[in-house]
């Protein structure tokens, strides 16, 4: 049984930088795909960041790439999102998900994840 608890989440200015750690318990090999997706008021939860478990495959939203960067450590069974350069828009809350029952087949999209952290909110001055 896989859960998730999402922490870092803080009040940074434009341009800053922040990372975010999710703690996946239970047995590290449980889960197909672990990722971050994000909601912000009034929109969908959208995907940001997905690794798979069997090729350690990571996908990244157009809007992140090259700014954001998923890792994980499978010692700690520790997810993480180092966060660069952010903007306005990328104020939201950010979730941790994992595909346990391989409905993702490795894709990254939120229909696809069957276990879900409370989330932890990232808010961005100017």
């Known amino acids: 049984q896989v859960q998730l608890v999402e922490s870092g989440g803080a009040l940074v200015q434009t341009g800053g930088s922040l990372t975010l750690s999710c703690e996946a318990s239970?047995?590290?090999?449980?889960?197909?795909?672990i990722g971050w997706f994000r909601q912000a008021p009034g929109k969908n939860r959208e995907a940001i960041s997905c690794?798979?478990?069997?090729?350690?495959?990571?996908y990244y939203a157009d809007s992140v790439k090259d700014r954001f960067t998923l890792s994980r450590d499978k010692v700690k069974n520790n997810v993480y999102l180092q966060m660069r350069n952010v903007h306005r828009e990328d104020a939201a809350v950010y979730y941790c998900g994992a595909d346990v029952n391989g409905w993702s087949r490795g894709i990254c999209s939120r229909v696809g994840m069957d276990r879900w952290g409370k989330g932890t909110q990232v808010s961005i001055s100017a």
């Open positions: 239970g047995v590290f090999s449980d889960y197909k795909t």
């Open positions: 690794i798979t478990n069997s090729d350690d495959k990571i």
